[in-house]
Every structure is written in C-alpha cells, then in structure tokens.
C-alpha cells in the first residue's frame, strides 16, 4: 500500500486531524507558553481586581524618549522620511494604543505583555525595517512593517483577554516613533 493511499474516514483527534506533512506548529500560541501563561495570569489578576501603580521598570524604559539623531516626535519623522500623507491616521492608531495601554496597564502581567510587545516591536523594526529605509520607497517600508513587525506581532499576542489586532500594533509602532524608538528616515 502506496503511503498516500492511506484511508481516514471516521478518524478523530483532540487537535487538527492530518493525513501527513503539518508543519503548522506554533509553540509561541501554545497556551503553556510564555505570552499564553501571562494571558491566564492576566485573566486571574482581573478576576481578583489585582491593580498595580506603577510601571514595571521593562515599561518604563520607553517612558523617557530617545533621539540619538534630533528628529523627535511621530510627526517631525514621518515628515522627514517624505511621508506627511501617513500623519493624520498614525495619530489615530497611535491614540487606539494609548487608551489601550491606559486600560491595561493597572494590571502587572498586561505590563508584562505590553513590554515584551514593545519591545519585541522596536527589535523587530531594527532589524528588518530600518536597514531599508532611505533605500527602498514607501510602499516597500509598509509591506516590510506589515510583514515582519505587525503580522508577526498579531499572530504572537492575537489571543485571549490580550488579543492584539493590526490597528494597535500599528499604534504600538507609531507611539514608539513618538519616543523616538523607531524612526523611517535613514540615520
């Protein structure tokens, strides 16, 4: 018997039921992981009414802004890289995450997440986005940040009480340009 002529009618399984070649693991979805451990944690610090006053001190890092090269604020680095047209909804989405980060930021594990986000974010932009940028046109900057930072974020923290949608990682990326962490213009 040929192994693609396996028959699996009535066949059942506790997850995906696969004939053969699932490469669709995804550990960091795993609710045992540590975004999913947070998100239960989150969970019972709500449910007890558990608040926390202060940032953590991986939060607070962005609090202070950062300018090694003079252009501050969301507005003057997209003016610079060419891209005024982008200003107006960068403020919006970038309003969507400061009441986002006001709502969750009373709990200690939604500060948790919003670090690793944050920073995950800001790592991913330095890595895959502004090496390209003076070199390559807008278009090409947005299908990298849509790529590698706001699809890669959505599908690590998409789920559960925390779940994350493409408009507040594209506000995380845009509050973070207003701090200075990230920027579009070549240095």
Known sequence: M???????????????????????????????GQIGLLVKQLDREIHADELREQWIDELQFF?????????KGLEAKLTRCGRPDKIQMALRQKELFVKF?????LYGAAQQLLALCLHRIQAEFDTHVHPHCGSVDGLEIDRIV????????????????????????????????DRCYVRWHAA
């Open 2 to 32: 040929d192994r693609n002529d396996v028959n699996q009618r009535g066949a059942s399984a506790g997850a995906n039921l696969v004939g053969r070649d699932d490469n669709s693991v995804n550990i960091m979805l795993s609710p045992d």
């Open 63 to 71: 609090e202070e802004p950062y300018a090694p090269d003079g252009v």
């Open 101 to 105: 980060l006001s709502k969750w930021s």
């Open 146 to 177: 849509a790529e590698k930072v706001v699809k890669a974020v959505v599908v690590e923290y998409g789920l559960g009480t925390f779940a994350l949608n493409h408009g507040l990682v594209m506000g995380m990326t845009y509050w973070l340009a």
